[in-house]
């Protein structure tokens, strides 16, 4: 075995079975196909919105072209799923359970709320040993 082919041996990651590429394939189509019925149509009209909501639409905008391509490459836009787990959870956390616990949590955030719930799904889809070995165990790229 050349030195070439040992390096690449001992750095192959292992495979996700099929099964597992196409659960996390539906957890693209979950954000990628949902954001587009959602926010698309929302795109001809961007420049006429609140400065945060044009950001916000142009943002979801974004990640759901990216969801689409993680149809074709899951393990790849697997930092996709992460993100859109993280968001969503830090402002369920920090934002809608204190306002329900506070009793102030209004109409807007209620939809918003029960939208980022669905994060249950992407967390459910996310190969969560691929990732803790990965993106935890696994040497950082070099820095010099």
Do not use: F
């Not at 993680?70 to 992460?82: A, F, H, I, N, S």
């Not at 102030?104 to 980022?116: D, K, Q």
Request: aromatic share 8%; charged share 10%.
């Amino acid at each position: 075995m050349s030195i070439a082919t040992a390096a690449s041996h001992h750095t192959a990651r292992p495979e996700l079975s099929l099964t597992r590429l196409y659960l996390m394939r539906a957890g693209y189509a979950l954000m990628g196909v949902g954001l587009a019925l959602v926010k698309w149509p929302l795109l001809p009209h961007a420049n006429t919105l609140p400065l945060y909501e044009g950001v916000t639409l142009c943002l979801l905008t974004g990640m759901s072209l990216l969801a689409l391509l993680g149809l074709r490459y899951p393990v790849k836009l697997l930092p996709l799923l992460l993100l859109e787990s993280a968001w969503k959870l830090l402002w369920l956390s920090l934002v809608a359970l204190p306002q329900a616990i506070n009793g102030t949590l209004g109409t807007a955030a209620t939809e918003t709320a029960v939208n980022c719930s669905l994060v249950i799904v992407i967390l459910a889809v996310i190969p969560w040993r691929h990732v803790w070995t990965q993106y935890v165990r696994t040497s950082g790229d070099r820095w010099s």
